[in-house]
């Protein structure tokens, strides 16, 4: 393309300005800035940078501390076994995370719907420290559940459906 060819495509108040682009994605968050001349070119005035900062980084952490309150055989086991309830689980996550308000997530925090199916296997399947399959399921995940009192609020809140028995 000659200089001839080039459109000018700017308005004189966009002309000779720096502007930050970023690109928040789902794996990274990139981050560049351009300047316009004449109106007819963009220069770039520092060279991307992508970081992993994207939602999805979010979601690898909350598998992560199900992998910790459970067990990461426990789960990835479910996972194998049974990979529409675990896609059921993603599910639940994803729309819990895409309804926190920023605003009033200290206060309130966030709840996941946990499908019965995946409490159950839970239940037949954590074992404590000694091998042994826990006693009292619902105290022993109150107890993780408060390890985690910025995820779970400072009461370490668990709230069931009537299938998980």
């Known amino acids: 393309m000659t200089k ?4 000018d ?9 720096k502007y ?4 928040c994605g789902g794996g990274t968050t990139d981050a560049t800035c351009i300047e316009t001349n004449d109106g007819s070119e963009l220069a770039e ?8 900062l994207g939602s999805l980084m979010i979601d690898e952490q909350y598998y992560k501390m199900l992998h910790t309150i459970f067990g990461k055989e426990v ?11 675990w896609n059921s689980l993603k599910s639940n996550f994803w729309k819990a995370k895409h309804l926190v ?4 997530f200290a206060e309130s925090g966030c709840n996941v719907e946990i499908p019965s199916a995946f409490w159950k296997y839970l239940k037949q399947n954590v074992k404590e420290d000694d091998d042994e399959k826990v006693c009292d399921f619902d105290q022993y ?3 993780q559940c408060k390890k985690y ?17």
């Open 141 to 143: 995940v109150a107890e």
């Open 20 to 23: 930050m682009i970023l690109d």
């Open 75 to 85: 789960v990835e086991a479910f996972k194998n076994q049974q990979p529409h309830q």
């Open 4 to 7: 001839s060819d080039e459109v």
């Open 101 to 104: 308000n920023p605003e009033t």
């Open 149 to 165: 009192s910025r995820t779970f609020g400072s009461e370490g809140h668990v709230v069931y459906d009537e299938d998980a028995g």
């Open 9 to 17: 495509f700017l308005t004189n108040e966009e002309k000779n300005k």
């Open 45 to 52: 005035v520092t060279p991307r940078d992508g970081r992993e």
